[in-house]
Nanobody, 129 residues
């Protein structure tokens, strides 16, 4: 299994930007589908973005398209989420995760998020004016 550590969360005004990082240890990420979930009301988590590290294909939740960009760096064994033009509704705790089936389509569509695979501890994003 992969150990994941997130960083980069913080406080930002609406319209501002943050860059989240997720670093893996003990395993390389280049064979994985990796991405970000965020917490929503009721304790559920929703998929935000995913990247297939072996081919670089990326996927996004509709509401963040054009504002967020996911990327990976195999040399650093990390993925990133550049978040621009942040909105109040983007405020959440963001979690890095790997899909155990190496499938970004499954990652983005699942409602059973607790079965998705390995998880980091999360990083808090606060958007406030």
């Amino acid at each position: 299994q992969v150990q994941l550590v997130e960083s980069g969360g913080g406080l930002v005004q609406p319209g501002g930007s943050l860059r989240l990082s997720c670093e893996a240890s003990e395993f390389t990420l280049d064979d994985y589908a990796v991405g970000w979930f965020r917490q929503v009301q009721g304790g559920e988590r929703e998929a935000v973005s995913c990247i297939n590290m072996n081919n670089g294909r990326t996927y996004y939740k509709d509401s963040v398209k054009g504002r967020f960009t996911i990327s990976g760096d195999n040399a650093k064994n990390s993925i990133y989420l550049q978040m621009n033009n942040l909105k109040l509704e983007d405020a959440s705790k963001y979690y890095c995760a790997t899909d155990q089936e190496n499938n970004c389509l499954e990652f983005m569509r699942t409602t059973r998020w607790w079965e998705i695979g390995s998880w980091g501890q999360g990083t808090q994003v606060t958007v406030s004016s």
